[in-house]
């Protein structure tokens, strides 16, 4: 298909496209969270803790430089998913003058559920693709996210799978 003079569209940025990506695995997970039972979850929660937190719980300073948001914020955002009994913090098993925030067996149920999310979402994205291209895409999105890691040196590197990844 070409445009009104001739040329064809112009093909928006990457960036652009991933963006769109992340807005629709977001809405997704929005929309199958509250039907699961978890309608006091909002974007900010699992975009800024769920997606960031360690399986055997995380300092909040680390949460915070991980989501690339203020201590406050993550207090605030800690704060509320702790009032819903999503998360709780406990003392530091390797420091007990320090606190880590770790996931309630609530915030498990729903971390699951935005696991099923993301299978489900790939599972599309691969019917689509196909599964060669899919796999692909993987290797070529885990190779872009690898670089980041040695570009920045503050970036997460090594840390434990979030409560999000799949097994």
Known sequence: ?????????????LAMNISALFDALVKALHKALPAAGFADIRPAHSINLFRVIDAEGTRPSE??????????????????LED??????????????ARIVRLTPRG???????GQVFTDLEAKWEEHLGARQMAHLREMIGELASLRDRADPYAITHRTASPLARE
Not at 84 to 97: C, F, I, M, T, V
Request: cysteine-free.
């Open 108 to 114: 498990r149920e729903a971390a699951a559920v935005a």
């Open 63 to 80: 949460l915070a430089r991980r989501a690339g948001v203020t201590p406050q914020a993550m207090a605030e955002i800690v704060r509320y």
């Open 1 to 13: 298909m070409s445009s009104a003079k001739g040329r064809p569209p112009a093909v928006p940025p």
């Open 84 to 97: 819903h009994g999503y998360a709780e913090r406990l003392p530091d098993p390797g420091d007990g003058r």
